[in-house]
């Protein structure tokens, strides 16, 4: 199940407020760019960020994400209607033979189990093309990123459209390598109405995403650095085997 900030119709419309200036897809546009993608699937899509942008520049974009609530947000978002917005796992996905599939936002820390991440890698690996390529960042667990959020947890307030302040605050609740869970507490100030999300990431490091990529059927063609994050995440770029 989709994390809370994800899914529950209250607190999607505020992530966005407090995700900030996503200065991470500029890259991925590039990208798109470089590998001269047409089509692209936006794997994890939440609310459309990048897949608007992806359409926006002239791409056919499939953007699909379990979490209807955040398809809400994306979806008034794209007032043109240029996207496909699919609602629903990543296993599920229809035949599609895209250029380009992208998950930005970390989404790769989300698959906790072997299992899962395999699944998803091989239902993605289904919607590319021959030759196709994966495109996606994680976080380098050396960097211990858990501590800096500790150190800032909050409160922040901020004026959410539509919405009105709303103050966030965050805690990390339990590290348990490779597995680190916090918890997003928000309160309305409008009404005083107090939600939770809680999460869970996976911090694989870079010998275990390309040994997984291979095992999946990918050639890891690239490790970078995300420019707007240098020396925090890895951006994969790995291409599918005919």
Known sequence: MPDAIFAHPRLAPVYDTFDGHRDDLAAYLAIAGEFRANTVLDVGCGTGSL??????????????????????????????????WV??????????????????????QVFLTDTDWAHALQSIRAALRPGGHLV???????????????????????????????????EV??????LVSFRHTYRFLADGAVL????????????EVEVSLAAAGYRTV????????????????ARRAC
């Open 51 to 84: 897949a608007i942008l992806l359409a926006q520049n002239g791409h056919p974009v499939v953007g699909v994400d379990p979490a209807e609530a955040s398809l809400e947000v994306a979806r008034s978002k794209d007032q043109a209607g240029r996207v496909r």
């Open 87 to 108: 609602h629903g796992d990543v296993t599920a996905l229809p035949a599609l033979a895209v250029d380009l599939a992208t998950m930005t936002g970390n989404v790769a």
């Open 196 to 207: 939770t999300s809680d999460s869970t990431l996976r911090f694989r490091d870079r010998d």
């Open 222 to 237: 690239d490790v970078r650095e995300a420019p707007d994050r240098p020396g925090r995440e890895f951006v994969f770029i």
């Open 136 to 170: 996606f960042e994680t976080r380098r667990p050396e960097r211990r990123a858990w501590e800096e959020w500790a150190a800032e947890a909050g409160p922040v307030t901020r004026d959410v459209p539509g919405v009105g302040p709303v103050e966030q605050r965050l």
């Open 173 to 178: 609740t339990a590290i348990n390598l490779p």
